[in-house]
């Protein structure tokens, strides 16, 4: 089976947990207004002892259409990779996505005083998903394609700053550095999980 067979197939274990993500963040909009400075990632209170921000900074949102943008992309990740890892490992990449995010929030955008959103661990999902499919012996024209045009992003993020067309559809500014922190993570997970095996390893 080619990889692109492989992507049109479907199999409903796979969308179980990008259906939960999507629920958890969609939960998490659903939420009051007020609720949202006392969740988002604040570096003077996450210092001051409030770490539920470290986590909850990345799953609320500024307002629709910065939810519609991060949804899309778990949509995306989970059509391209939701078969290369079981749910127990995706959780592991969420969760060093998540951290790495963070160390790289409070060790190195010191001028940086707030954040939300989930698309810097979105970022390190992807990450993850390209590890698979790069330490298999099946890479073929989609895994280069999709792996350079992830590649081409977070160079131009890091080089001209956000994409034009994202950064002009938020009322925020986008903190591209978060990407590439959580891009970190994901493929540093990707890497550990997929060691030793030809395919992810089990957990």
């Known amino acids: 089976m ?3 067979q ?3 197939s479907f199999h409903s274990a796979v969308a179980v947990f990008p259906v939960v993500l999507v629920a958890v ?35 609320v949102h500024a307002d629709l259409v910065h939810l519609g943008w991060n949804v899309l992309g ?3 990740v989970a059509f391209l990779f939701a078969r290369d890892y079981s749910w127990q490992q995706w959780l592991v990449i969420l969760a060093v996505s998540t951290v790495t995010t963070d160390l790289g929030f409070l060790l190195l955008e010191p001028q940086l005083e707030w ?3 989930f698309s810097g661990v979105l970022h390190g999902l992807m990450a993850a998903g390209l590890v698979a499919w790069l330490r298999t012996e099946s890479r073929d024209a989609v895994t280069w ?23 002009a559809s938020l009322d925020l500014p986008v903190v591209h550095e978060a990407h590439t922190y959580g891009a970190i993570g994901g493929g540093l997970a990707g890497l550990w999980l997929t ?9």
Do not use: M
């Open 2 to 4: 080619t990889k692109l």
């Open 74 to 76: 778990v949509l995306i």
């Open 195 to 203: 060691r030793r095996t030809a395919g992810p390893a089990s957990l």
């Open 115 to 117: 954040y939300v959103g």
């Open 6 to 8: 492989r992507l049109l």
């Open 25 to 59: 963040l969609l939960a998490f909009q659903g939420l009051s207004a007020g609720a949202l400075p006392v969740l988002r990632y604040e570096r003077s209170a996450v210092l001051a002892g409030e770490a539920w921000r470290l986590v909850t900074g990345h799953l």
């Open 145 to 167: 394609i999709v792996t350079g045009l992830f590649a081409a992003k977070l160079a131009w993020e890091h080089f001209a700053g956000p994409l034009p067309f994202t950064a």
